[in-house]
């Protein structure tokens, strides 16, 4: 039986240092590219818990595959195998060993995820989800903006809300991921590492247009980000800020490209004739553009679903819509 | 053909049918009464809630389920009905109202492996569209409601295949005649079926909230989610039942002898499993039908965006995060509820396969406990990135990751029964293997998302995905189809095909691995769930498309596995009584089992698993059993 197990357990240590090779030099190539503080304390447990996978994995896959090699019933032998019941040792050695590393892994795990939620930041981002749009505003710099913009080495916190359902603000690099919950205001805590562009994906079902809820991330330096500061005051030229404010509002749902997303494209949306759900048909002009923002349920293209949410003056002013409109006139087939 | 149309199942259908259009009649003539706006756009939530709830009424009335209570509430005797129908073929009970146990075992099973197939049907559509970015067929709207429907009728069909085993077994197991309740037992699988009904019209009308129904999207959702809480609520509704009956059969109807540590091991484990249907499976729905009453009435629990009408009324704003409390605190431990008969399924079938007793019996039956009540307190790891308080995500933690203790007892004494065995490998066997392999990665899988801090990487990505399928299969599939292989002798008394068999386990168990790994990676690398198109920057579309091709695989080996059992139960050899030459009761009876199961009392002697020992585990008393 000695002979047995020691057979076995080799198998068990082959196996192990396959697979925990595999780990070393592999663990770069499973995840994306760390882009944040926080995450170095996800990525040095996700690796450990890695190994331990690995561990386990050999242990119980090695001796299994050892007993189904040699435990076999030979020919037509009809006896049975070793009457054994159980062994208490044994037991409470498997139960013990465990309950060890599931403490400690409890007690790691404490003590990281409450140094990631320290309350301490150098400045602060709102961020606002809507069915299937993000809005960033700087309350600092009294700026919004479609495009999230964040300079390296700052701790951040990103205040989240929601106007409509549950979202969740997820940057796959920066690792960590928080619900957006409409009547609460959520918070995460980030110190980007690494300049770059990357995505922000809604990570929590949010409806019909819920694969394309992204927006642009852009990482840059602190005196960069200064730059890009000075630049994002509001334009006074009507069609660049009704530009803005689509790309900030629309354009999830609308393409400008005339290709197909959840709403009608704008591409040569003025003058077009279009037919209801009702069966009557209108051709577009300003007046109905601003029906559209504001009431969007009360006539609702054939074809398309009546789930656009309405924008009241809240949330867009009567100027920032005739802005919509004058940059909507130059998309022209 | 009138033989078909006097079955319970289409009078039962027929006054669904029937029921449905009278509810919505009811809604119609009322609004008018009261002088509402009675067209069917500005009517049809309503009209569709009290139609769901008048039809499942509809069904129950018309199947005949209820005959026999309403005798006996008018005074009439109900006497209860036993054996095969008078004057009718021998199909004809299958498809009624019957109340033998195994009857209605394999109600349940029938019912649970058709809604398998359906549910992986839907799953190779949504699969083949994720194959390659973009949206090639299915809009957004659809897969949406396909990814929610696949899930909620894969859980209503393993609910149904734990009842298959459960009815079947436990009574056999136990050696009893029959369930404590028969009524009640029978009441219990036919409320699924109406139920199972209104979730597939929920197909037809459409949701776009996934299986969890979080709202406030479910309150906003399209007209079948309302179709959705209410199937579900009364898929649930049969599970507390049923829960009841397993408890008071396993509790109080052992044959003589059979002390608690002396019971089969599955008896233990569907008895861990009842206590959590049995106390848990309210609160889901509760939930769903204070989402249904939101939609219908108004009424603010949920959602904090207030109508004009609610502001009006002075309500305060409701909670989302209270749903998913309510939520995860059944759907957790439901989790528990369809692994813990699969875990007792590999527990019950790799003794008679290894020749051996089981290792540390009362450790695996104590650790089947012990994952039922720390299943209580764990619902909270389902929330960790939802904006819950930090106190109570890592609170959540720490019990979460207690249930690998008694997890990994139940595997290390498996891998002590096969050791120094003599092993042999029919299909239940390789079955039982593949779960423990299959078991394996899903449990693995499972610590990287109780921890918090990784878990907010990793919650709602395809890692998850990987991660439940393969507890799911692992924890339920393998060892259900285990089981199927494992008892169709004792079943039809015929054998299933050695050959069919052993192919189904070949194809879909490298499938599924390859399956399982793509999609974790798929999740690794950035992947999240649940949305119809994916980002083709990420570098994703190997890995979909092996588990898509994996996927189909899968399907594939499970229609190879209804043929042969369909095919089996009519045209294979005869089998022989215990062709696995188990010491389980059920196994010293003539194969089909008789319809009074035993004749005469049992008399438990020794241990369950003692193989190797000459003494049996049970033997039969002299003289009939009178009841």
Redesign the interface.
């Known amino acids: 039986m000695k002979r047995h197990l020691m057979r076995a357990v080799i198998l068990v240590l082959i196996l192990a240092g396959g697979l925990g090779y595999l780990v070393y030099t592999g663990f770069e190539v499973f995840v994306p590219p760390l882009a944040s503080q926080e995450g170095t304390r996800i990525d040095q447990l996700l690796r450990f818990q890695f190994f331990l996978i690995a561990a386990i994995f050999s242990l119980v896959v090695g001796l299994a595959v050892y007993a189904v090699l040699v435990f076999r019933r030979r020919g037509d032998e009809e006896e049975a195998g070793e009457y054994i019941h159980g062994n208490p040792t044994l037991e409470i050695t498997w139960t013990v060993i465990p309950l060890l590393i599931v403490l400690g892994l409890s007690a790691v795990t404490t003590r990281d995820f409450f140094w990631m939620r320290r309350p301490d930041y150098d400045m602060v981002v709102k961020v606002t989800g809507q069915q299937f749009a993000w809005i960033f505003e700087y309350p600092d710099y009294g700026i919004k903006s479609a495009e999230l913009v964040v300079p390296t080495g700052k701790r951040i916190k990103f205040e989240l809300q929601s106007v409509d359902v549950i979202h969740s603000f997820w940057v796959p690099e920066w690792r960590v991921k928080e619900d957006l919950v409409p009547g609460l205001t959520t918070y995460v805590y980030i110190t980007p590492t690494q300049e770059g562009e990357f995505k922000l994906r809604c990570a929590e079902l949010c409806g019909v247009g819920h694969a394309t809820m992204r927006a642009p991330v852009r990482v840059v330096s602190p005196e960069a980000f200064e730059a890009w500061v000075a630049e994002q005051m509001p334009p006074a030229d009507p069609v660049a800020l009704g530009e803005k404010l689509v790309s900030q509002y629309c354009a999830s749902c609308h393409s400008l490209d005339g290709s197909q997303r959840v709403g009608p494209t704008f591409l040569g949306i003025f003058g077009r004739e279009v037919t209801f759900t009702d069966g009557t048909t209108a051709t577009v002009d300003e007046d109905y553009i601003r029906e559209s923002i504001r009431e969007p349920q009360a006539k609702v293209v054939e074809g398309f679903q009546p789930i656009m949410p309405p924008f009241g003056p809240d949330r867009l002013s009567d100027e920032e819509v005739d802005a919509i409109i004058a940059f909507l006139k130059t998309l022209e087939k | 053909m009138m033989h078909v149309l006097s079955t319970g199942l289409v009078r039962g259908l027929l006054g669904q049918a029937v029921g449905f259009l009278l509810g919505i009649a009811l809604v119609l003539l009322g609004r008018s009464l009261l002088g509402l706006d009675a067209s069917w756009a500005a009517s049809q939530q309503p009209a569709l809630v009290s139609g769901a709830v008048v039809s499942v009424l509809g069904f129950m009335l018309a199947s005949g389920m209820v005959s026999d209570w309403l005798k006996e509430a008018m005074g009439q005797p109900a006497p209860m009905r036993h054996g095969p129908p008078e004057g009718r073929p021998k199909w004809w009970r299958y498809l009624s109202v019957d109340y033998n146990h195994k009857v209605i075992g394999i109600q349940y099973g029938a019912t649970s492996i058709i809604l398998i197939g359906l549910a992986g049907l839907v799953a190779v559509i949504f699969r083949i569209e994720l194959t390659k970015p973009g949206i090639d067929f299915l809009d957004?709207?659809r897969f949406?409601t396909l990814i929610g429907w696949h899930g909620i009728v894969m859980i209503a069909a393993i609910l149904l295949g734990v009842g298959g085993m459960a009815n079947y077994l436990v009574p056999l197991m136990v050696g009893a005649r029959d369930m404590a309740f028969p009524r009640l037992n029978a009441f219990a699988f036919w409320i699924n079926i109406p139920g199972v009904v209104l979730v597939v019209l929920a197909l037809f009308f459409g949701w776009?909230?996934?299986w969890t129904g979080?709202p406030?999207?479910g309150v906003?959702s399209l007209a079948g989610v309302d179709l959705f809480y209410l199937g579900v609520f009364f898929v649930g509704l049969s599970s507390i039942l049923g829960a009841v009956n397993i408890i008071a059969t396993a509790l109080g109807m052992r044959a003589k002898g059979m002390t608690l540590f002396r019971m089969p091991i599955f008896v233990w484990s569907m008895l861990a499993t009842s206590l959590i249907a049995l106390t848990a499976t309210q609160l889901i729905g509760l939930s769903f039908v204070l989402v249904v009453l939101e939609r219908t009435f108004d009424m603010h629990f949920f959602?904090?965006?207030l109508t004009e009408h609610a502001k009006a009324l002075g309500a305060p704003?409701?909670?989302?995060?209270l749903f998913q409390h309510l939520f995860w605190f059944y759907s957790h431990p439901a989790v528990y509820v369809f692994v813990l008969p699969g875990l007792g399924i590999i527990s019950e079938l790799l003794p008679v396969f290894?020749?051996?007793?089981l290792?540390?019996?009362?450790?695996v039956a104590m650790a089947s406990m012990a994952i039922a009540l720390v299943g209580f307190l764990v619902w909270g790891h389902h929330m960790f990135?939802?904006?819950m308080s930090?106190i109570m995500?890592?609170t959540m933690?720490?019990t979460t990751?207690?249930v690998?203790?008694p997890t990994?007892?139940k595997?290390?004494?498996w891998?002590?029964t096969?050791?120094?065995?003599?092993?042999?490998?029919p299909t239940p066997m390789l079955f039982v293997?593949g779960a423990?392999?299959i078991f394996?990665?899903g449990g693995?899988?499972g610590?990287?998302n109780g921890?918090?801090?990784?878990d907010?990487?990793l919650?709602?990505?395809y890692w998850i995905v990987g991660h439940f399928h393969a507890t799911m299969f692992g924890g339920f599939f393998y060892p259900y189809i285990a089981a199927v292989y494992y008892w169709f002798p004792k079943v039809t008394g015929r054998m299933y095909n050695e050959k069919l068999g052993k192919l189904h386990f070949w194809l879909m168990t490298p499938a599924f691995w390859a399956m399982s790994l793509s999609q974790m990676?798929a999740g690794?690398?950035?992947m999240?769930?649940?949305?119809?198109?994916?980002?083709p920057?990420l570098g994703i579309e190997p890995f979909h498309m092996v588990t898509t091709v994996a996927g189909i695989v899968i399907f594939v080996a499970m229609t190879i596995f209804v043929v042969n059992i369909v095919w089996s139960a009519v045209k294979g050899p005869v089998a022989e009584a215990n062709p696995w030459k188990s010491r389980s009761p059920e196994f010293q009876l003539p194969s089909p089992v008789p319809e009074y199961n035993y004749d005469r009392p049992l008399v438990v002697v020794s241990n369950p698993y003692?193989?190797?020992?000459p003494e049996p585990y049970v033997v039969f008393a002299s003289g009939s059993a009178t009841d």
């Open positions: 957004p709207n949406n776009d909230t996934g979080y406030p999207l906003f959602s904090p965006i704003p409701g909670n989302p995060l290894a020749r051996k007793p290792f540390g019996y009362k450790w990135t939802s904006g930090d995500r890592v933690m720490w990751l207690l690998a203790v990994g007892i595997f290390f004494n891998l002590a096969l050791w120094g065995g003599k092993l042999t490998f293997m423990l392999s394996l990665i693995l899988s610590p990287p921890t918090v801090t990784t907010l990487f919650h709602d990505t990676m690794l690398w950035g999240r769930r649940r949305i119809v198109d994916y980002d920057a003692d193989y190797g020992r």
